[in-house]
């Protein structure tokens, strides 16, 4: 394989003319894929944070070297940012837990928000607004991707040339703010949602759940991951346990529509926070000698467009069913909104997960293709035959399973044994970003042909440390999934065993391992109070652009 992949694309239909201009600008370099959909797994390395009550007060003032802390931020119901991650700025919304409650009291949550500020202020008529970013999971932290790649994305999205360019710009030159958040339950945005009484008992439970191997990792895998599954979802879906008010459980607000109404939110509140900053910095008078009628201009411009206000909105993996909910659900409030990495929307609220890995074996075949092609020089799993490459990769699998490899400790990690669910788990893992792994694949298959198991061992250890270390994620991916899809409480073991087989059809690889992403819901006791039965076609104010990019090795 090469990883230097050209990527060409076909633009199905011409948008408009004008306003064309950041859709495709957005769209071209989707190289970047960032699927993300099962979070937790992919996560290589977490930081650990720990929340505690908000201080009073609109920010507790730090010494200048103490890191930046949410928990000093006050929540407000205004966008109120304050400066963190050096060049970032955040925020804590406040928004009803249950967006139907009409009194105005109730529970709240502190939606956080991360913000990369455009390259020119907002009174500049280059201000492009912001574009809102998630990740996907569900359950992946949106401050976590803005603070990764939101430069990098900022770049994409803006005019090539710098603001400061002397060179003329034309007339659609657009600079824009990056701004993302955390969905309900997930990492900074308060309250959190947990299932485990502490810390502890969570790292237990998931060093257990490793130990116990992945489905097909042995006879009575399937029994011990279905009775894993039940009792999870009958302790998320158990608001009592947790001594919380039944009826403003963050268990029954989580799904993705009430992430839709937050979301309106923060469009909203921006509107209000752009005309209140653009009228701050006219003032300064300093800093803008502008024409009168220019400032009328601008004025006009930034003013808050009172429940009106527009999305822009770039979305990846369940981002994008993210995306779609929102355009069901807001059709005249999607400015622009780009879908990346694309799922299937509807078997998503069927709660299936059917279709997802139709080409899954086809991306595995490619390892094995571009392996063979690229030769031994840059992939040592290579060799002359490419079904004697394919039936080495089978046998060292097949090898696994009845001798599982014990592997000393190094200096960075303790002892470890190698079975065949770590290298099913490994392979699956590349079919997500294969540019990434396949390299690792190769050397890792390589060096266990010969049972050397020392750079699988590694791979065991930082993905079991990325794993452990993230705190929340599986149960709010459980939570916004079971609640999302379809009524499934009541589904018995053997109809679970049939959907995971129908898993196991579309994807050899895959299907053993998405197949265990859905078995808490048969036990997840409850339902959303506001679930999402809108029709997901919708007409919007712009013509959509389809576009396909095709892998071409070189
Ligand atoms: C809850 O409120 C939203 C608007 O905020 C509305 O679209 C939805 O239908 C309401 N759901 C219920 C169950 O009342
Ligand atoms: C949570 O947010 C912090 C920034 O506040 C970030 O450093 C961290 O990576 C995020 N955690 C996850 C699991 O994404
Ligand atoms: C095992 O493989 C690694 C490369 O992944 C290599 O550095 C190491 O020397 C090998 N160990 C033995 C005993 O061959
Ligand atoms: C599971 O459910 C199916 C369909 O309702 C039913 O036919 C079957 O007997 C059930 N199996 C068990 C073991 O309860």
Redesign the pocket.
Known sequence: MTPDTKVSQELSVPPPPQKKKWVSRVLRPVVLFLVLFIWGIL?FS??S?TLKKPHKGHYKSSPKDEP?K?ENITPEKQLVYHPC?DEYQCARLEVPMDWNRTDGQGATVAV?V?RLPAKVPVTDLRYGGPILLNPGGPS??G??LA??RGKMLQDIVDFEESPESPAPQSEDAKYFDIVSF?PRGV??TTPSFSCFANPEDRIAWKHETIADGNIVSSDIAFDILWARGQALGETCTNPGLFDTDESEWLGRFMNTPAVIADMVELIERHGEWREKETKKLLKKSYAHKLPRTEKKKVLEKNSWKRGEEQLLYWGFSYGTVIGATFAALQPNRVHRLVVDGVVDSYDYYAGNWLTNLQDSDGALNTFFEDCHEAGPESCPFASDDLQDLKDRFQGVLEDLRSNPLPVSASKSRGPEIITYSDIHILVFTSLYSPAAVFPLVAQIFTDLSQRNGSSAADFKADLRKGNV???H?DEVQSSVLCTDGGDYRGMNKSEYREYWKALEDQGHFTGDDWAALRLSCPSWNIRPAWAFNARLKCRMDFPVLKFYIKIQRA
Request: net charge neutral.
């Open positions: 996560q977490q930081e944070f930046f949410w991650f956080a991360i992946g932290s401050v976590s603070l990764k955390d990492n900074n270390a993230s705190k994620s």
